[in-house]
């Protein structure tokens, strides 16, 4: 991973001098396994383990070794030989194979960084969950399809995107449980070379147990469900980035990203506050994808062992955990910095025009309609016919709609016409209605007739003063937001 978006710690634990130091623990795990088992005195363990731990490894040694055998493991053992005499080395790495020193050590590194991801992973649920509480009575405009919807609280959308990534952390943990096992089985897995009982003291001294039913290698099926998750992460990460990318879009945003005093959007444009922190974290998506991807690639296998899965392995699970906290680092000061506008929301709402509640109106009509005999249908297309009258256009705009402007003097006339124009008093389906003024559409089958009908239905119905209070409460944003508690409750535990 280059530098930019490279996490020191994720970097030091997959280093060669952590690696290398972890196949010595395992080495020294072994021998030590062997003491208690009888096999090797006590004596000779500590003259290996005082001897390899005061002589640090000399990793340009085995880098050098390396280039000449072709065999980072075999390097290693080579270079750790060079400082024990004759009579103790055949104990060092005996009757193993190369996978039986670098699955734990492995299995340690992926342990290692997963207690890295879920550290950052902790902050960030706590930080959206007080976003979520902050902003509880926020009221918005909730959209499906691109469309606005129906009423929500900002506050609530924070809690989906909570609720999400605790789906993912609950993948995750799954996933974890299968770095308890490990394998010290030899070169095919069937213990030519290390018993049972020494594989499983060995790999208790280390914090595992033996996965039975190994190759040389443990099957990387193992492995893959913990890609999986964490690429999982990193997409719900993006989902969250997208949600505030669409709000922040030009013209009247109701949340943007932190936007720094001296930070520039664009070098051509000064009025720019480009997306780019919400932008990266779906390019690291895209990232965390293709590694997990390269991770699941890694599952066949040439019967008991081929070594093509080394490659990526080096490659791909440390840059797929600089990713995964990367996009955590990122979303957290994304969310701790948020600016979000309940005015500009509420405004939205206003601008809605009444349809923000044509769900709950369609079904308290379909209710008072029935002893006038109104259908469902009529009644859906009551409220739609409705939302087409007050979002009408003036005639000054359907006038440019149907002739746009022929030349650029034409379009700045325009223009000009439009900035000096006020515009329209705001209508809303909530009047309309109990006013019974409904109106035919172009683009609605609603004859005058119908329209007609309707008005003097909708007249009668609201004559009565319990369907009129009852017809204003649902336009309330108390009303249309009043079983959100239950999922605070569910989720947050708030009262």
Same mark, same amino acid.
């Given at each position: 991973?280059?530098?930019?978006?490279?996490?020191?710690?994720?970097?030091?634990?997959?280093?060669?001098?952590?690696?290398?130091?972890?196949?010595?623990? #395992?080495?020294?795990?072994?021998?030590?396994?062997? @003491?208690?088992?009888?096999? @090797?005195?006590?004596?000779?363990? =500590?003259?290996?383990?005082?001897?390899?731990?005061?002589?640090? &490894?000399?990793?340009?040694?085995?880098?050098?070794?390396? /280039?000449?055998?072709?065999?980072?493991?075999?390097?290693?053992?080579?270079?750790?030989?060079?400082?024990?005499?004759?009579?103790?080395?055949?104990?060092?790495?005996?009757?193993?194979? +190369?996978?039986? %020193?670098?699955?734990?050590?492995?299995?340690?590194?992926?342990?290692?960084?997963?207690?890295?991801?879920?550290?950052?992973?902790?902050?960030?649920?706590?930080?959206?969950?007080?976003?979520?509480?902050?902003?509880?009575? #926020?009221?918005?405009?909730?959209?499906?399809?691109?469309?606005?919807?129906?009423?929500?609280?900002?506050?609530?959308?924070?809690?989906?995107?909570?609720?999400?990534?605790?789906?993912?952390?609950?993948?995750?943990?799954?996933?974890?449980?299968?770095?308890?096992?490990?394998?010290?089985?030899?070169?095919?897995?069937?213990?030519?070379?290390?018993?049972?009982?020494?594989?499983?003291?060995?790999?208790?001294?280390?914090?595992?147990?033996?996965?039975?039913?190994?190759?040389?290698?443990?099957?990387? !099926?193992?492995?893959?469900?913990? !890609?999986?998750?964490?690429?999982?992460? *990193?997409?719900?990460?993006?989902?969250? !980035?997208?949600?505030?990318?669409?709000?922040?879009?030009?013209?009247?945003?109701?949340?943007?990203?932190?936007?720094?005093?001296?930070?520039?959007?664009?070098?051509?444009?000064?009025?720019?506050?480009? %997306?780019?922190?919400?932008?990266?974290?779906?390019?690291?998506?895209?990232?965390? /994808?293709?590694? $997990?991807?390269?991770?699941?690639?890694?599952?066949?296998?040439?019967?008991?062992?081929?070594?093509?899965?080394?490659?990526?392995?080096?490659?791909?699970?440390?840059?797929?955990?600089?990713? *995964?906290?990367?996009?955590?680092?990122?979303? #957290?000061?994304?969310?701790?910095?948020?600016?979000?506008?309940?005015? *500009?929301?509420?405004?939205? &709402?206003?601008?809605?025009?009444?349809?923000?509640?044509?769900?709950?109106?369609?079904?308290?009509?379909?209710?008072?309609?029935?002893?006038?005999?109104?259908? +469902?249908?009529?009644?859906?297309?009551?409220?739609?016919?409705?939302?087409? =009258?007050? $979002?009408?256009?003036?005639?000054?705009?359907?006038? &440019?709609?149907?002739?746009?402007?022929?030349?650029?003097?034409? !379009?700045?006339?325009?223009?000009?016409?439009?900035?000096?124009?006020?515009?329209?008093?705001?209508?809303?389906?909530?009047?309309?209605?109990?006013?019974?003024?409904?109106?035919?559409?172009?683009?609605?089958?609603?004859?005058?007739?119908? *329209?007609?009908?309707?008005?003097?239905?909708?007249?009668?119905?609201?004559? /009565?003063?319990?369907?009129?209070?009852?017809?204003?409460?649902?336009?309330?944003?108390?009303?249309?937001?009043?079983?959100? #508690?239950?999922?605070?409750?569910?989720?947050?535990?708030?009262?």
């Amino acid at each position: 991973m280059i530098k930019r978006y490279e996490d020191s710690e994720i970097a030091m634990i997959w280093s060669d001098e952590n690696k290398l130091n972890l196949w010595q623990k #395992t080495e020294l795990a072994v021998i030590k396994a062997r @003491v208690k088992l009888g096999y @090797v005195s006590q004596e000779i363990f =500590n003259k290996i383990s005082k001897i390899l731990l005061k002589t640090p &490894i000399d990793l340009d040694w085995w880098k050098k070794r390396d /280039n000449e055998i072709h065999h980072d493991l075999q390097a290693f053992i080579d270079e750790r030989l060079r400082f024990l005499s004759i009579d103790l080395q055949r104990f060092l790495h005996e009757r193993m194979t +190369s996978y039986d %020193t670098e699955e734990p050590a492995f299995s340690q590194m992926l342990k290692k960084s997963l207690s890295r991801v879920h550290d950052f992973f902790s902050e960030l649920m706590q930080d959206i969950a007080k976003l979520a509480l902050h902003y509880r009575y #926020t009221i918005m405009n909730a959209r499906t399809h691109g469309q606005e919807a129906e009423l929500q609280s900002f506050g609530k959308r924070c809690l989906t995107w909570y609720r999400e990534l605790q789906v993912d952390l609950d993948n995750l943990k799954r996933a974890e449980k299968n770095l308890c096992f490990s394998k010290l089985s030899g070169a095919v897995g069937n213990y030519g070379g290390i018993d049972p009982e020494l594989e499983k003291e060995a790999l208790k001294i280390l914090g595992f147990k033996p996965f039975y039913g190994a190759t040389q290698i443990i099957p990387r !099926a193992v492995f893959a469900p913990i !890609a999986q998750a964490l690429a999982q992460i *990193v997409s719900t990460l993006n989902k969250i !980035a997208i949600d505030v990318r669409l709000g922040a879009r030009s013209g009247r945003a109701i949340c943007q990203e932190p936007f720094a005093k001296k930070q520039k959007g664009s070098s051509k444009m000064p009025h720019k506050k480009n %997306t780019i922190s919400t932008e990266q974290t779906e390019g690291m998506a895209r990232m965390a /994808n293709k590694f $997990f991807q390269m991770i699941m690639d890694n599952i066949p296998t040439w019967e008991e062992r081929s070594i093509e899965q080394s490659c990526v392995e080096r490659v791909a699970w440390p840059d797929l955990f600089h990713v *995964v906290v990367r996009s955590i680092k990122v979303m #957290t000061k994304i969310l701790t910095g948020l600016r979000v506008y309940p005015d *500009v929301m509420i405004q939205e &709402i206003i601008e809605s025009r009444g349809c923000y509640a044509a769900g709950e109106a369609k079904e308290v009509l379909r209710e008072l309609g029935v002893e006038f005999g109104l259908t +469902s249908e009529e009644a859906y297309r009551i409220i739609q016919l409705a939302a087409f =009258n007050v $979002f009408r256009s003036t005639k000054m705009a359907q006038e &440019i709609r149907e002739s746009p402007p022929t030349s650029l003097i034409e !379009a700045d006339s325009w223009f000009e016409k439009f900035k000096n124009t006020s515009p329209p008093p705001v209508d809303s389906i909530q009047e309309i209605i109990i006013e019974a003024r409904i109106e035919t559409s172009e683009d609605l089958e609603a004859t005058d007739y119908d *329209v007609q009908r309707w008005n003097s239905v909708l007249s009668k119905i609201f004559q /009565n003063q319990e369907n009129l209070l009852r017809w204003n409460q649902i336009f309330l944003p108390s009303y249309l937001l009043r079983n959100e #508690t239950r999922l605070f409750q569910e989720v947050l535990g708030a009262k």
